[in-house]
């Protein structure tokens, strides 16, 4: 399976909207809960940021998820 | 499930490795593979960088592995 650069930070951008949503949050909220700036938060859903592992780790903790299923598109949740 | 924020660059740094030797791939082999530099896939096992997505794309496409497969700790391969 061949995974274009890009794609990387399209799905992430595309599941920590989904999984923010599937929670009923507002960017605040998920901004609140992970500890990053709220406009830095809308950035990582616009694909505009090379996002690192840390900061990944930090938003799957707020969402209460595991690094594989933050990256599973299967799971809704 | 708490997942501290060192936690995903350890899970990445483990897995990186785990699935290099996998294959039966020198450092050298994944680095060539990957476009990254030998002495970063060595910093990448050590846990030594916060490594963006766009790098964890390149080493999962290199690895023709998907992201979900990358972080999931379950598959030796």
Avoid: P
Avoid at 34 to 58: F, M, P, Q
């Amino acid at each position: 399976m061949a995974l274009k650069e890009r794609e990387g930070r399209d799905t992430l951008a595309r599941r920590i909207r989904e999984l923010r949503l599937a929670r009923g949050w507002a960017q605040d909220r998920l901004a609140e809960e992970s500890g990053l700036h709220r406009t830095y938060i809308g950035a990582i859903e616009r694909s505009e940021h090379n996002v690192g592992i840390d900061t990944i780790a930090k938003l799957a903790n707020a969402l209460k998820i595991s690094l594989k299923d933050l990256f599973d598109e299967s799971k809704s949740k």
